[in-house]
């Protein structure tokens, strides 16, 4: 069970860090991963890490703003969110894969609740 959270409202150009903590199970040899999904839209890739925790992969919509990371000890990957704009504002989800760290939603094979995140301009 993945549960995400840390979401809120925020004015353009502040901050959120979003957690995600894994339960029942282990992922440390998991790929993690975020996407959103705006109203109106479908699911859109954010950011991902593989299992070491040394490569990452990220949208052009969040690069330079959005650094993802993971902390193994606590089962939990996290998504700091910098320079926030109002086109950021959908539910955010986390996603974690094996072997795998691209943009196919797919490709995921367990999925969080999602969490709201809402940046008034």
């Known amino acids: 069970q993945l549960q995400a959270s840390g979401g809120g409202l925020v004015q353009a150009g502040g901050s959120l860090r979003l957690s995600c903590a894994a339960s029942g199970r282990t992922f440390s040899s998991f790929s993690m991963a975020w996407f959103r999904q705006a109203p109106g839209k479908g699911r859109e890739f954010v950011a991902a890490?593989?299992?070491?925790?040394?490569?990452?992969n990220y949208a052009d919509a969040v690069k330079g703003r959005f650094t993802i990371s993971r902390e193994d000890a606590k089962n939990t990957v996290y998504l700091q969110m910098n320079s926030l704009k109002p086109e950021d504002t959908a539910v955010y989800y986390c996603a974690v894969a094996r072997l795998y760290y691209g943009l196919t939603a797919d490709r995921y094979e367990y999925w969080g609740q999602g969490t709201q995140v809402t940046v008034s301009s």
């Open positions: 890490i593989n299992w070491s925790g040394r490569d990452t």
